[in-house]
């Protein structure tokens, strides 16, 4: 009752129904984008009134309508197919091996941002595309990093002689943001595996990004079927293709998560909303959002991006780069970046392996 008074979702609700015109994707995308039509779409969705979307992919056509809508046609005439065609599709493509498309939304909103600013700075010289040499590029570069995001652009642009082909080196990213030094990260974890006062969520969100770095965007879409075992002494969370061993008191901890269900949605509750999520959100089938999850680790004092940091470094010094990608289920490229942050050589490693790798085969060849 409070909800049908209230609340904004309501009220837009009262104005569909008034409308007389069949509920559709389509009709909630003519509303004002926000808070309050997010969360009607996902109630009519669980309640089956609406089929299933990605909206996380879904709402870009309708927020790149909203941003050129002011700007010279030409804009659109470029952003709109290479929004379409390289950066929406090979999105979709990747969200059918993945849950996790917030992050994938909003990297393509940072690269339709930058390629609309090289188009606005072209546009206060009098110049098109076609005349964006190297030299125009680098000065444009120079102002800022995240400059380089407008690559995807140039080279799609370059493919259809939209503009001469350009050489684009993204420089690497300074080791600038503070890190916990290994004293700090072990306090924390600490006080995540030991202090009652805090909610069960962040003690065990906490002790995961502490002890193994693992990402918000993979922790938040957990669910009580991703663990295997019920003895605390032999429990595995499966994260995506890779089972990780979890400590027992820290396997204590995400087994009580996972035996006391929490629906923050009344709706998620009325509707049946089986999706057994670990840090269940606001929107119904659901989980808790990207900011939501990482506030709740601030608000108790846990920079997720610190504290994650300082667990990939703690462990790219102690394995080698092929089992700290096994280990997370990382790509190799990016256990190996760890590696070097870490200023650890693990190249005696890698070379015994593959001596042991060619001593097999060698053995497999000499047999009858």
Not at 143 to 150: C, T
Not at 205 to 225: C, I
Not at 260 to 272: E, I, K, M, T, Y
Not at 328 to 347: C, E, F, M, N, P
Request: one cysteine or more.
């Amino acid at each position: 009752m409070r909800w049908l008074s209230d609340s904004p979702s309501a009220q837009l609700l009262a104005s569909l129904a008034a409308d007389h015109r069949p509920i559709s994707h389509d009709l909630l995308d003519e509303l004002p984008p926000g808070h309050a039509e997010r969360y009607l779409r996902h109630v009519l969705i669980a309640a089956g009134i609406l089929p299933p979307r990605n909206d996380d992919l879904d709402r870009i056509p309708v927020w790149l309508d909203a941003v050129l809508a002011d700007r010279p046609p030409h804009h659109g005439q470029l952003l709109r197919p290479f929004t379409a065609w390289v950066l929406l599709r090979r999105a979709r493509r990747q969200a059918g091996e993945r849950l996790h498309t917030t992050s994938a939304a909003q990297h393509i909103r940072r690269r339709v941002r930058q390629a609309l600013s090289l188009l606005d700075w072209l546009d206060s010289r009098d110049f098109d595309l076609t005349d964006l040499d190297q030299a125009h590029l680098d000065t444009w570069l120079t102002a800022n990093r995240a400059r380089y995001e407008v690559k995807p652009f140039l080279n799609w642009a370059a493919q259809r002689g939209l503009t001469v082909p350009h050489v684009i080196t993204v420089p690497p990213t300074a080791a600038t943001a503070p890190v916990l030094s290994e004293e700090e990260r072990w306090q924390q974890l600490r006080r995540c595996l030991t202090d009652t006062a805090l909610p069960c969520e962040v003690r065990v969100a906490g002790s995961l990004v502490l002890l193994y770095g693992l990402p918000g965007e993979r922790l938040r879409h957990l669910t009580a079927d991703d663990i295997r075992g019920t003895d605390s002494q032999r429990t595995f969370l499966q994260i995506e293709q890779t089972s990780l061993w979890i400590p027992p008191r820290l396997a204590e901890l995400l087994l009580q998560l996972a035996q006391a269900p929490r629906q923050r949605s009344a709706f998620a509750r009325s509707l049946n909303d089986q999706r057994p999520w670990l840090f269940p959100g606001v929107l119904p089938g659901h989980p808790l959002s990207r900011k939501a999850f990482n506030d709740q680790l601030v608000r108790h004092g846990i920079q997720t991006r610190r504290a994650r940091t300082a667990a990939l470094i703690a462990l790219a010094s102690e394995l080698p780069a092929p089992v700290l990608a096994d280990l997370l289920g990382v790509h190799i490229h990016t256990a190996l970046k760890w590696a070097h942050y870490a200023q650890r050589d693990w190249s005696g490693y890698l070379m015994a392996r593959l001596n042991d790798n060619l001593g097999q085969a060698s053995y497999k060849a000499r047999r009858p």
